[in-house]
């Protein structure tokens, strides 16, 4: 398919080296960002649409406030200079930025998500894309959790999160499926 | 603190009979609903602001159609006439309603939120209600969970969906209490 007939779009979220910062604590998938470019690649020789989303931080303190080395993007998720990319300050890709309107100009109604993190902007972006009309595939292993801590304080493993996050979206918001099942 | 004094608004979301459905599978936290009857009330005595969130499905195949006996609202969570309803059918309370003009025409931008469910409606609504700049504090026992499934098809139970749905608020979107605290 060429783009004109593949209306679906791939949007990257997040995939930005201060989310590695140790301030968020340890990662799972560590092979996220390699499907993500894999995807990417695939998009782009197919020349299906690719959007880009990127966290700018109000806070001066987040490892993602745009003085911050950490704001840059990573190697694997580089945007080329025809793709767009969407600026937001609070998790979800469609609060203050133009994604949903361009997407909708284009009759883009399929999305599939990739990007960090599982259980923070992709979450909140995915449940709103649905929440807005979109169809919204996630794609899991290319996505990651970091550990968190329960009410309790006591420690829950980036695994659990990401098991959880991505069960809690399934059905009710996407479908979920891997990075093999759409370069098949 | 009198209404005029007190902006903060109980913001309850799909307390409703059709969530019980055995359809959703079983869920955690027995005594929400019981919760929610003390919070209503104190809000009530105290004369503070009441919001109501109900859920009417869009696909007859719902409990939560409005056809259906299941779009009721529980006892302990019945509307007082005096009190809004915002009807929404979608995860977030703030897609398709007047919720937010609502809220903001009255400078109330401290929400306290409850209902059902923790992974899905009450998160989506948490997630959005911060990203559009309200302060928003939920109160974990009460809202409840239901069991999931993993993408292997693996069992989640409802305490393990709660405890990481709310882990993956807190901070993030928002402060987490529990009921007691409020009522002290």
Redesign the interface.
């Known amino acids: 398919m060429t783009q004109s007939e593949n209306k679906t779009a791939l949007v990257v979220i997040d995939v930005q080296q201060g989310l590695d910062n140790p301030h968020f604590g340890r990662r799972n998938n560590p092979h996220a960002e390699k499907n993500i470019a894999l995807l990417l690649s695939r998009w782009r020789s197919a020349e299906w649409p690719v959007v880009h989303v990127h966290h700018h931080s109000s806070s001066v303190a987040s490892p993602l406030h745009p003085t911050h080395a950490g704001v840059a993007v990573k190697p694997e998720a580089q945007p080329l200079p025809t793709e767009p990319c969407f600026i937001k300050s609070?998790?979800?890709a469609f609060?203050g930025t133009g994604l949903e309107a361009w997407l909708t100009e284009r009759s883009m109604n399929n999305l599939v998500v990739v990007g960090l993190t599982a259980?923070?902007c992709v979450?909140?972006s995915v449940?709103?894309a649905?929440?807005?009309g979109f169809q919204v595939t996630l794609v899991?292993d290319a996505t990651a959790s970091h550990d968190?801590?329960?009410?309790n304080g006591e420690s829950?493993s980036a695994e659990?999160?990401f098991?959880?996050?991505?069960?809690?979206l399934?059905d009710?918001?996407c479908t979920?499926c891997v990075t093999q099942d759409l370069l098949d």
């Open positions: 609070v998790n979800s609060i259980e923070h979450s909140t449940r709103m649905a929440n807005l899991a968190k801590q329960d009410i829950i659990a999160v098991r959880v996050n991505v069960a809690s399934a009710e918001f979920v």
